[in-house]
């Protein structure tokens, strides 16, 4: 606030207004919740990540070399989304700025509009501009669950493997079950940091 104090002297037009508007309601939550937030939580995965597999490499080399592989495939799985989903990102955030706009016209502008009969016309741009930011909100959620169904596939898969190589390993007497349940449930414990870290 002291910044648009400080540098618009002159009466804002309406659409900085609800520009404005939507810097505070919708771009400054979405930096926090994109890029801080996250940021605390990839801290915390990373010394998950790191005391998690130290005691997988100590029951089975091999199977630590597995979910090693895995973990790497899952950080793919961002780098293949990433661009699309930041530029739907960007296109929230700028239809949720256009939808702002005409929202604040149609609180603000009420007389002026009423006086130019044109509230009908008002109403139906201001149902456009939802529309609009509900559609790129739409997109985002539709991409971000095709990146998840890929993360969800490799994870899936990298158990299978895990499951096969365990048994491989108990029949060949160079791995005990209790052994290979120490695994499953420490692998499961890396799951969320991986992605958290991937992301």
């Known amino acids: 606030l002291r910044g648009i104090f400080a540098n618009n002297r002159e009466t804002l037009s309406s659409e900085q207004e609800g520009e404005f508007l939507s810097l505070f309601n919708n771009d400054i939550p979405m930096v926090v919740s994109?890029?801080?937030?996250?940021?605390t939580r990839a801290?915390?995965?990373?010394?998950v990540i790191v005391f998690a597999f130290s005691a997988i490499v100590s029951v089975h080399p091999l199977m630590a070399a597995l979910i090693f592989g895995q973990m790497l495939l899952l950080t793919f799985?961002?780098?293949i989304f990433r661009k699309k989903l930041q530029e739907q990102k960007t296109e929230i955030s700028h239809s949720l700025k256009r939808y702002n706009v005409k929202l604040k016209d149609s609180i603000f502008c009420l007389p002026i509009i009423r006086s130019y009969l044109a509230e009908k016309e008002l109403l139906l741009k201001t149902n456009e501009a939802g529309v609009e930011a509900n559609e790129a909100d739409y997109a985002h959620k539709k991409t971000a669950t095709w990146a998840d169904f890929a993360s969800m596939s490799i994870g899936y898969g990298g158990d299978f493997l895990l499951y096969s190589l365990g048994a491989l390993l108990i029949m060949k007497g160079y791995m005990t079950i209790g052994g290979l349940l120490a695994v499953t449930q420490i692998t499961n414990v890396l799951a969320n940091p991986?992605?958290?870290?991937?992301y």
Request: aromatic share 10%.
């Open 194 to 198: 991986i992605t958290t870290i991937a």
């Open 77 to 79: 799985v961002p780098r």
């Open 43 to 47: 801290i915390y995965s990373m010394l």
């Open 34 to 39: 994109d890029y801080h937030d996250t940021l």
